[in-house]
């Protein structure tokens, strides 16, 4: 599966909107893939060299996409996905994946969205895990 023109648009103004909420607007541009780089996951960012350097993201369009899922659920997973992903190239100057910067980000903006502090438990699923059982309009899965 691949995401089309008006995905790729939908992906963006996500991105846009969480990226003036969370991180004062200091997140570069993204560039979306449907294809992982990497390990098969629900997504991921990677920095590319450039030009012009900035992030590429991949978000597996067959799981937000899901058939059975609503269209606020699907909003609300793709929206999850991408942040997890901006607190990635929000923390990537640190050089970790899922280490201090990144816990700590992701538990002040997870604060004020009613979201418990993570763990080292949920850093990797973080915020996906977290969320009410039906929050994306289906049964969550995180274990993929
Ligand atoms: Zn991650």
Redesign the pocket.
Known sequence: MDWDRPHIRWLNSIWDQQNTRFFSGQLPAPVFSPHAPRVAAAG?AVLCPGPPAGPLVWIDPGWVMQPGRTPEGTTRLAADLIL??QV?VFTWAEGT??GPS?ASKCSEIGATLGLPPVTPAT??TWPVSLRAPGFYGLTPSVSR
């Open positions: 991921g997890h992903e990635h994946s899922h990144f850093c990797r």
